[in-house]
């Protein structure tokens, strides 16, 4: 009974210590202070536990030891996070003598509201490194004692263990390297994520975990090369290190607080919380501060820790080739090379050494140049000694540096280089891009804080640089045609340089809140230009680029077919050079905002919209609709695919708008003639394409009212994600509808049976066999998802966009049946869809639509009533 009543006292006691703890956080006590705290509390109370189990006679007097590993053995016990046990037996004790008791301890924790991790292990498993144990060897280096038989825990620590990491060091090492990656990997290799996850994220805390374990075991076996590590490192760089480490051990303390669970996921909610709470910012900062500018502070401490754990698995490569297969790099081995000022070794750039007599390489501007060159040539890395002295020489460098055409000439080689991306991320982490071009101070880590820019504006513009240079080697690759078109386009620029010079200053205006960044990037890239001397005709060259930067990316949610549209856009790129290098920056821009938003029917538009363009600089633009005219190249396409029958497709595609047939492959067109012929047979063909990611369903069928909204309403019903359509109708009133969706529910990617149900309810409702509403009636509704960000609806009509239409565009919140609200309206209020432009951008829907009214375009004052039924349709469809 006493015992019980003892059990009873520890776990008052931890939990009134965990009540203390957390009151001392929420009142200012740091992390680390936090972590530590709660692990001398768990100390007392599994000492006092094992001290119970000894007075019980549950054989612990000897032969066992408990040990403190992991998180717990480094005495960093997040609130809630798991206590990792050692229960190490000497050879003479046998589990199943001490399984019981270890049980009982362990429920008793369990008790106490304590996740426990147990592990037993005999000392002579303790030994052995295999590829399935790594992780628990590592667990080891990371051990204190708790209780138990000291002299066995001292056997482990004074002989086994350093015996084991002694012996298997390299393995080890090379373990670890790969434990790390395949993590890295599994979150794309980045640490720009929406809700990152502060532990496991490149940049997180099991980084910073990694740091210490490769150094503890680099050190075991020095290596002897001078460059190959630093010596004591940089001081100010080790100072933002242990910064970062203490800005990350108290988010990942205020989230699991936050949650009350081991939840290390920065969501949405918890970012606005933590700047509320203005977590891990001082003084006068933390007054007003928005979550955008909280995450920017995040985003600044991880790229420290990323920045070290990759030098340090750099250094600690047994052979040193993990820098290549960090950043993915595809490059020989070459021997040691030796330049002006430093050599190359095992990859990494190291700075020859400053002599007496002369003066130190570090703070000679064409040396420091001529290094960030070499990187970006060949993908090398800065060896961590030579970007200590690099950084703490930068203010004679800004003394020594020389602005003017020499200047432009050594950045243009740097811009250019095939590894140009790695290069600017390396010399923006140590201040020397800033030293060079001031104006990029002002994007560093800077947050556009929605659903759809994944990276901050910094990284955006490196990723933008990384995706142009990709385009040099993309045959190589085995890349989709359409981007070997980009990548033969940007080979034939003859002012390359300057392109690259546009990507890295096209933001620079995102620092400054005075709303049209174009304009403002392009007055502080004026100064930049003034420095660097360039000639009036590539300073032109880049001022156009970065006030129109936008332009083509706007137009590719117009009808690009259109000739108004081609000749607005025309107008703005002035010549075939400036539309060429606008072409493949927004190839680039639209890459660089997230993995997923450059997808195939985006480029191949932007393609499109590039041709159409170059025609009509050309003097060549094309007429609007497909002739009558059996000989006319566009029938010729199809036609050469169906022998003997080229009247017949003339008579097809009479009347249809070429941008059909342009936008199509001769297959495709093919496809649907071959359709319309069996019109006679069922008034209705159907083609679906299905794809895991993105599938397609085009009708061919007589025009009718409704028919664009009943599709979108069947592919409503079964939980379809509409992100393109279009639909055109020839002379004869025969429409093609295409639609491009994804499955939201994963229906038919599940349940491949179910494809046939799909086709024909689609069929059903195109035939009224049964009518949409009664799909929708029974359609899946799940609970819609607070948006992370809230849209304004916009309803916007241009009368001039087109000769004979009225473009009519909507933007609103992206939800359910979107679409289908829109094309009822608009059918209700007697308008004809000539073209549809459906596109998503994170949780921004942007839909366009070319509109006639008996065959006109619409009044002033239908408009207004179309604005009026437009709003209130989609204020009820969201209810």
């Known amino acids: 009974m006493q015992v019980n009543e003892s059990t009873d006292g520890l776990r008052s006691r931890y939990q009134r210590k965990m009540l203390e703890i957390r009151g001392a956080f929420e009142t200012g006590a740091s992390g680390s202070a936090t972590i530590a705290a709660r692990s001398a509390a768990?100390?007392?109370?599994?000492?006092?536990?094992?001290?119970?189990?000894?007075?019980?006679?549950?054989?612990?007097?000897?032969?066992?030891?408990?040990?403190?590993?992991?998180?717990?053995?480094?005495?960093?016990?997040?609130?809630?996070?798991?206590?990792?046990?050692?229960?190490?037996?000497?050879?003479r004790t046998a589990e199943k003598d001490v399984k019981d008791v270890i049980r009982r301890l362990n429920q008793e924790m369990w008790d106490c509201g304590i996740r426990v991790s147990p592990t037993t292990r005999k000392i002579g498993e303790c030994d052995r490194l295999t590829e399935e144990n790594a992780e628990?060897?590592?667990?080891?280096?990371?051990?204190?004692?708790?209780?138990?038989?000291?002299?066995?825990?001292?056997?482990?620590?004074?002989?086994?263990?350093?015996?084991?990491?002694?012996?298997?060091?390299?393995?080890?090492?090379?373990?670890?390297?790969?434990?790390?990656?395949?993590?890295?990997?599994?979150?794309?290799?980045?640490?720009?994520?929406?809700?990152?996850?502060?532990?496991?994220?490149?940049?997180?805390?099991?980084?910073?975990?990694?740091?210490?374990?490769?150094?503890?075991?680099?050190?075991?076996?020095?290596?002897?090369?001078?460059?190959?590590?630093?010596?004591?490192?940089?001081?100010?760089?080790?100072q933002e290190f242990r910064q970062a480490v203490e800005f990350l051990r108290l988010v990942r303390c205020f989230l699991h607080y936050r949650h009350e669970r081991d939840d290390n996921t920065l969501a949405w909610q918890a970012q606005d919380a933590a700047a509320k709470a203005a977590i891990g910012v001082a003084g006068n900062m933390s007054k007003e501060m928005d979550a955008a500018y909280w995450?920017?502070?995040?985003?600044?401490?991880?790229?420290?820790?990323?920045?070290?754990?990759?030098?340090?698995?750099?250094?600690?490569?047994?052979?040193?080739?993990?820098?290549?297969?960090?950043?993915?790099?595809?490059?020989?081995?070459?021997?040691?090379?030796?330049?002006?000022?430093?050599?190359?070794?095992?990859?990494?750039?190291?700075?020859?050494?400053?002599?007496?007599?002369?003066?130190?390489?570090?703070?000679?501007?064409?040396?420091?140049?001529?290094?960030?060159?070499?990187?970006?040539?060949?993908?090398?890395?800065?060896?961590?000694?030579?970007?200590?002295?690099?950084?703490?020489?930068?203010?004679?460098?800004?003394?020594?540096?020389?602005?003017?055409?020499?200047?432009?000439?050594?950045?243009?080689?740097?811009?250019?280089?095939?590894?140009?991306?790695?290069?600017?991320?390396?010399?923006?982490?140590?201040?020397?891009?800033?030293?060079?071009?001031?104006?990029?101070?002002?994007?560093?880590?800077?947050?556009?804080?929605d659903a759809y820019h994944r990276y901050t504006v910094d990284e955006h513009t490196f990723v933008l640089i990384d995706t142009l240079h990709g385009l040099e080697d993309v045959q190589a690759g085995g890349k989709a045609e359409w981007a070997a078109r980009f990548g033969a386009l940007l080979r034939e620029l003859p002012h390359a340089g300057v392109l690259y010079l546009v990507a890295l200053l096209h933001d620079t205006g995102k620092g400054r809140s005075t709303g049209d960044h174009a304009q403002e990037s392009a007055r502080m890239a004026q100064s930049v230009l003034t420095r660097l001397e360039l000639d009036s005709y590539e300073s032109g060259l880049v001022l156009g680029l970065i006030v129109n930067h936008l332009e083509m990316s706007a137009a590719l949610r117009r009808d690009i077919f259109d000739a108004e549209t081609v000749g607005a856009f025309a107008g703005k790129v002035m010549t075939p050079e400036m539309l060429r290098m606008l072409t493949l920056f927004t190839y680039a821009d639209i890459n660089a905002v997230h993995p997923d938003a450059l997808t195939p029917w985006k480029a191949e538009n932007l393609w499109r919209l590039y041709m159409a363009t170059s025609n009509y600089l050309d003097r060549s633009v094309d007429e609007e609709r497909v002739g009558a005219q059996a000989e006319s190249e566009l029938v010729h396409r199809v036609a050469a695919l169906l022998p003997g029958q080229q009247m017949e497709v003339a008579s097809y595609l009479e009347g249809f708008p070429k941008r059909y047939v342009r936008t199509r492959m001769p297959e495709q067109v093919r496809r649907h003639f071959q359709m319309a012929k069996l019109l006679d047979q069922d008034r209705v063909q159907l083609d679906f394409r299905y794809s895991p990611t993105v599938s397609e369903l085009t009708v061919v069928t007589p025009d009718r009212a409704l028919l664009f909204a009943n599709m979108s309403g069947v592919l409503a019903a079964w939980g379809m994600n509409i992100v393109t359509a279009d639909a055109f109708s020839n002379r004869q009133g025969i429409v093609v509808d295409s639609f491009r969706f994804t499955d939201t529910f994963r229906t038919l990617e599940m349940n491949a049976s179910e494809h046939e149900a799909f086709v024909k309810s689609v069929h059903d409702v195109m035939t009224e066999t049964i009518s949409v509403e009664k799909l929708l009636s029974g359609r899946r509704r799940g609970r819609r998802k607070t948006p992370k960000v809230v849209v304004e609806t916009r309803v916007e009509f241009d009368d001039e966009a087109s000769s004979h239409s009225t473009l009519l565009e909507v933007v609103a919140q992206d939800v359910p049946g979107l679409l289908r609200a829109l094309s009822l309206t608009l059918a209700g209020q007697g308008c004809n869809i000539e073209v549809a432009l459906v596109d998503t951008e994170g949780e921004t829907a942007i839909d366009v639509f070319y509109l006639t009214k008996n065959g006109a375009k619409l009044e002033k004052d239908e408009e207004r009533v179309m604005r009026d039924a437009l709003m209130q349709a989609m204020e009820e469809n969201a209810n």
Not at 389 to 412: D, F, I, T, V, Y
Request: with cysteine.
């Open 136 to 238: 628990f060897t590592v667990s080891l280096m990371d051990h204190r004692m708790i209780a138990g038989d000291t002299g066995l825990y001292d056997k482990l620590v004074v002989q086994t263990l350093p015996k084991l990491l002694q012996r298997e060091q390299k393995p080890l090492t090379a373990r670890l390297i790969e434990l790390t990656q395949i993590r890295h990997a599994k979150y794309g290799d980045t640490l720009f994520h929406l809700e990152p996850n502060i532990k496991d994220c490149p940049g997180g805390l099991r980084d910073v975990h990694v740091c210490g374990w490769l150094s503890a075991l680099q050190w075991m076996n020095p290596p002897k090369s001078e460059g190959s590590r630093s010596k004591g490192g940089n001081g100010a760089e080790d």
């Open 295 to 449: 995450m920017r502070l995040y985003f600044r401490h991880a790229r420290s820790v990323q920045r070290r754990v990759t030098q340090m698995m750099e250094e600690a490569s047994p052979v040193a080739k993990t820098a290549s297969s960090l950043l993915g790099l595809r490059r020989e081995r070459k021997a040691e090379s030796r330049h002006e000022g430093f050599r190359v070794e095992r990859g990494r750039v190291v700075l020859d050494a400053a002599a007496e007599s002369a003066e130190d390489p570090a703070n000679d501007p064409d040396v420091v140049l001529s290094v960030f060159a070499t990187m970006a040539r060949t993908g090398y890395t800065l060896g961590r000694d030579a970007e200590g002295r690099l950084s703490q020489a930068l203010p004679l460098l800004s003394a020594n540096l020389e602005e003017g055409p020499a200047l432009w000439h050594k950045l243009q080689s740097i811009l250019t280089g095939r590894y140009a991306g790695n290069a600017l991320r390396s010399m923006h982490a140590m201040g020397v891009l800033e030293l060079l071009i001031p104006e990029f101070h002002g994007i560093d880590a800077l947050v556009i804080r």
């Open 42 to 91: 768990v100390d007392e109370l599994v000492r006092g536990f094992w001290q119970q189990a000894v007075e019980r006679g549950g054989r612990l007097s000897s032969g066992i030891a408990l040990a403190a590993v992991g998180g717990y053995g480094r005495q960093e016990l997040f609130p809630y996070s798991d206590v990792d046990l050692l229960f190490l037996l000497d050879a």
